[in-house]
């Protein structure tokens, strides 16, 4: 099968490279296969006002028009290469930038990017059914936007193992089509990304919480040595900004409406909407979910990724020096579960860093929805942000009976409480209750506020998703 380039908008040069090319023309069938067999269920002939991006300029990374998804054009796109370039952290800085995998750093850099690469597919899967229970044609063409989007930063990683890391590279690519979210034979690599998410609700608190990682990881990865995987990672983060916005606005939607009718007098349940103390169990499940995936508190990996300068912290730039030799003071788990203080090597709490500047993002934006609660006029309520010890699965907090208050219970305490700090199975099951699609122009669910504006100046009637002709 010959590589339809003209589906494939690149910067980076394929024609020129017939092995590149070989390469892809294997793969990117088995991808189709891949999108068809678990990507949206049911829309693949539908018509979606997409986003699709064909250059890295202003004008043309942002292309909207209606695409059917199988027909998306996943491009290959680099930031433009900078001149004398150099290593901005670890034990290389000053060095000039990698336009290869060093022989010392390929293991490394192959499962640093496989890790990341195998998220995008992952959210997909998870995601596949969401489109039959959409509470507007906005909302299920955002769902879209995210799906492609994944799909798209699935290529860019993989045009990266093809490129740079030859036979082990493309048994990897074939890997990334093999796993499944949530299969128990071939599960995918990180936890998050084998949750199931069958609701609307759970979508946006992934796109709020689990996509704010990726913001983190892609951010820490673009300060990289290794030129083209920087370069690969800042332009994904552009487009990474969308799905960020579609969970914390699609999260304040909710809130919003249950406040309102709060505000009304009203009891939500009995109006179709989602209780605050739910939502409150969402938040606490996805972002303690999320908080894993940096990785554990005190990392040998991070000290090794910094050091070499494989992987940096978000906007190193920021930073008075590059060299991370100082300290980390961490409280860590004592005798009888007591905090005990100590000075931790900044290189080896590098996770733990990059988890500060994701947490004070996610209070940002938890601050937002409780001014959303705020204006509607009720009073003495709010949602918060569970503390970081609670729910943990990775580091040294891991299976610990803390409170989302961050205080150390007994087994017999979390175990009483933890129904009302994390959904239940009749949690979810009401909240899936309330998933009834809502196809027509301009209307919503009510469980869900409108949002202030449509997509690309367009009106919230708009017709976002159009059905197959018939």
């Excluded at 920087?230 to 699609?250: N, P, Q, Y």
């Excluded at 494989?310 to 020096?321: C, N, T």
Aim: charged content about 25%; overall charge negative; glycine content about 8%.
């Amino acid at each position: 099968m010959a590589l339809d380039q003209s589906s494939i908008p690149n910067n980076v040069d394929l024609s020129s490279d017939r092995r590149l090319q070989r390469a892809l023309e294997q793969w990117q069938p088995n991808f189709l296969d891949w999108w068809k067999d678990v990507g949206p269920e049911g829309f693949q002939s539908h018509e979606v006002w997409l986003r699709t991006a064909i250059s890295v300029e202003a004008g043309g990374w942002a292309h909207f028009d209606y695409v059917r998804m199988p027909d998306y054009r996943w491009g290959i796109f680099l930031e433009p290469q900078q001149a004398d370039k150099k290593i901005g952290f670890g034990d290389v800085q000053g060095a000039p930038v990698w336009d290869e995998v060093p022989g010392e750093h390929r293991n490394a850099l192959r499962r640093i990017i496989v890790t990341q690469a195998d998220t995008e597919p992952a959210s997909v899967e998870q995601q596949r059914l969401l489109g039959k229970t959409a509470p507007s044609l906005y909302d299920l063409r955002n769902l879209f936007q995210v799906n492609v989007e994944e799909g798209r930063h699935l290529w860019a990683m993989v045009y990266l193992l093809h490129r740079y890391f030859g036979r082990d590279g493309r048994e990897e690519a074939e890997e990334l089509l093999q796993r499944r979210s949530g299969s128990s034979d071939k599960p995918r690599i990180l936890n998050a990304f084998n949750e199931p998410i069958a609701d609307w609700l759970s979508f946006f608190m992934f796109a709020m919480f689990t996509d704010r990682d990726g913001k983190y990881q892609l951010a820490a990865l673009a300060e990289s040595g290794f030129d083209p995987l920087a370069r690969t990672t800042r332009f994904m983060l552009t487009e990474e900004a969308h799905h960020l916005f579609v969970g914390e606005t699609g999260v304040d939607r909710v809130i919003q409406r249950t406040a309102q009718i709060m505000a009304a007098g009203k009891e939500p349940r009995a109006e179709g909407a989602v209780p605050l103390e739910i939502i409150q169990k969402y938040i606490n499940l996805w972002f303690t979910l999320s908080l894993d995936l940096f990785g554990g508190e005190i990392s040998s990996n991070a000290a090794d990724f910094f050091a070499a300068g494989l992987k940096g912290r978000f906007r190193e730039d920021g930073y008075e020096e590059h060299k991370g030799l100082g300290t980390y003071k961490m409280q860590t788990p004592g005798e009888a579960g007591k905090l005990v203080e100590e000075d931790v090597p900044l290189r080896n709490a590098m996770n733990e860093v990059l988890r500060d500047e994701y947490v004070k993002d996610c209070q940002r934006a938890c601050d937002r929805w409780n001014k959303s609660i705020g204006k509607t006029g009720l009073t003495g309520v709010s949602v918060k942000l569970p503390h970081r010890r609670f729910h943990r699965g990775v580091g040294p907090f891991a299976g610990l009976p803390y409170s989302p208050d961050g205080a150390l219970l007994s087994q017999s305490e979390h175990a009483a409480h933890i129904a009302h700090w994390l959904p239940s199975e009749e949690d979810f099951a009401y909240v899936r209750s309330l998933m009834h699609p809502v196809t027509a122009r301009g209307q919503m669910a009510n469980w869900i506020a409108p949002p202030s504006k449509g997509i690309d100046g367009l009106p919230l009637d708009y017709e976002y998703v159009k059905p197959p002709a018939a």
